[in-house]
Every structure is written in C-alpha cells, then in structure tokens.
C-alpha cells in the first residue's frame, strides 16, 4: 500500500523525521511530498525543501521525495493512485486542526488520514521554532 506524507516542511525537522522513519516501517511506499502553496512564501526554496527531504529519506528504499503545486491534495492523490495521508500530530491542538481536514479529504475522494503521534521528545519542535532560533543565532 502506497501513503502520502504531505507538508510544507519548511524545514524538514527532527520530527518529520521521525514520522518519515516509522511510516516507511508500515506501508509499502511512503510518497514526501512538500505542497507548496503559491499564494505563500516559504522561508526555503522548494528545491532546497526537496535536497533536505532526500537527505533525510536516505536508507529509506521506499520512500520517494516529491513536490506538489497548485491544486488539492486530494487531486495529488488520485493521480499518484494513493490512498492514505499520513499527518503527524503533536498535540491536541495539531489533531484539532488535522480532523477537518482529514474529514474533507474523506468525503471528496475517498481518502484516508492515519495520525502518527510525534516522539514525545520531539513535541515541541515546530518548523517556525527552528526557523525562529536559526534567525536569532545567526549575527546581524
């Protein structure tokens, strides 16, 4: 069984990572696709998302890294012939959010969501975290 592993990993985390590692140790082929949003700007090029995804799925036969713009996830899936979205939650609030979403995907397409919950050890991390520390590290 093929699984979608969706996000705008900017950037790619220690927690991503963590998902990516077990989610590849349950399904067949796990698909990390960065959706990039062009009504948005990214901190990181999608290019360079895509290099930190590849780097972090190496030793992952079976895991492929790709990109997606414009249009639905739901459509990215039913080109792909995928089936199951995997979305990591931290929190109950990350679940809050994820639900709906999860509940839509379902009814358009017929898609299903597996929640993956993150390590406890690596909750707290959040892509707007990590950015915010590199920019106050990095001299002015």
Known sequence: MRALYPGSFDPVTEGHQHVLRRAASLFDEVVVCVMANASKAGRFPVAERLERLRVAAAGLDNVTVDSHTGGLLVDYCRQAGIDVVLRGVRDGRDLGNEVSMARMNRELAGIETLFIAADPDLAHI??????????QASPL
Request: avoid cysteine; aromatic fraction near 0%; charge should be neutral.
């Open 126 to 135: 959040s892509s707007t975290l990590v950015t915010e520390l590199a920019r």
